[in-house]
């Protein structure tokens, strides 16, 4: 927790001294003065854009594996597996396609000028990915290498064949247990490295933050009371719509379960970390009455596919900056992402800030500047305090769900 105040301190702190250095500068110098300036300083937002691509693929990959291959025996486990990965996709869809209708709802990234963006960047990556074709999508798809796929960032390739290797595994036994822990041990170094490289967050806060204040004022930073607001209305909605089908489910023991969850809510969003509670969240539903055997095994399973406050993020995140960058997404194209984050948005762990490694892999995969993720990142903060405690609400209210589908079963 130490940890995470420091960091939040210092994205704070790297927020401020953007708006006054660029302040600073947009009032004392001349506009082509300005642009020099901005040019230099935004290769600090840069350097943590590369430095999150670098660590894209290793991630997803290893994630990705363990979490299938700890499903074991796909026959034994098919029943429970089953409703969980229902309920799994469901809330995944349902937040995913909530975001996408929010963000063209209220379009919070039309705040900005469009002069704002790099047209330049925009255009080339346009023209690298071009119109999003049949044939283009199987090409997307079908990993031809894994090592191409890797090298190029190729996300959803890197999703597909990290699910076949992960059922491979679970079908292994006991033989293929090494490999699962080596795995393990990888996605935890990985993680580690996340950490490293989020400190230089405030810098990348810094650099471009000063570089849009210093072309355009401070009339830039009304784009993120915009934004805020929009993701928080998200936010609520989505809270309403899981409460509301948690009630049908389980009745009145809802509340029951509400408070059993308000000391791992409460870390999860003064941590910025799902994962964080995620001993707690165990001990808290095993008093609360659901079966240890189905806590066991849904609960970490929902840990890699069930981020549902990630997920409902990373479609409006992923959109905002189509519409900073005032680039057409029309209503196919946009399924399309959804289809694809339904994906690759399993690769994410319930870590601070993860889901932003996805929103760049995604934003370059659709001809979208992933450097336009530094628009978000002073905010970003303060979105994930709510989407963490989002992902421990949905979470939650998916291992009780199953372990009452399972009772009736049995009964």
Known sequence: MKSNTKLFIAIIGGLVLGVLLGWYVNTNYLPADAAAFAKKIKLLGTIFIRLIQMIIAPLVFSTLVV?????????????????????????????????????????????????????????????????FSLEQFVTHVVPKSLFEAMATNEILQIVIFSIMFGIALASMGDYSKPIIRALDTVSHVVLKIVGYIMWVAPFGVLGAVAAAIAIWGLGILGVYISYFGAFLLGILLLWAILLFIGYLILGKRLWTLLKRLASPLLIAFSTTSSEAVFPKLTEELERFGADPKIVSFTLPLGYSFNL??????????????????????????????????????????????????????????????????????????????????????????????????????EN
């Open 308 to 409: 549902d406050g990630s997920m409902m993020y990373m479609t409006f995140a992923s959109l905002f900056i189509a519409q900073v960058y005032n680039i057409d997404m029309p209503l196919e194209k946009q399924i399309l992402m959804l289809l694809v984050l339904m994906l690759t948005s399993k690769g994410v762990a319930g870590v601070p800030r993860a889901s932003l490694i996805v929103v760049v892999a995604t934003c370059a995969m659709f001809g979208i500047p992933p450097e336009g993720i530094a628009l978000i990142l002073p905010i970003d903060h303060f979105c994930d305090m709510f989407r963490s405690a989002t992902n421990v609400l949905g979470n939650a209210l998916a291992t009780t769900a199953v372990d009452k589908w399972e009772r009736n079963t």
């Open 67 to 131: 979490g299938i291959a700890k499903m074991g025996d796909m026959r034994m486990v098919g029943r429970v597996g089953g409703k969980a990965l229902g309920w799994f996709v469901t809330a995944s869809l349902m937040s995913l396609l909530l975001g996408m209708l929010l963000v063209n709802w209220l379009r919070p990234g039309d705040g900005i000028d469009r002069s704002l963006a790099n047209e330049d960047s925009a255009k080339e990556l346009v023209e690298k990915t071009g119109d």
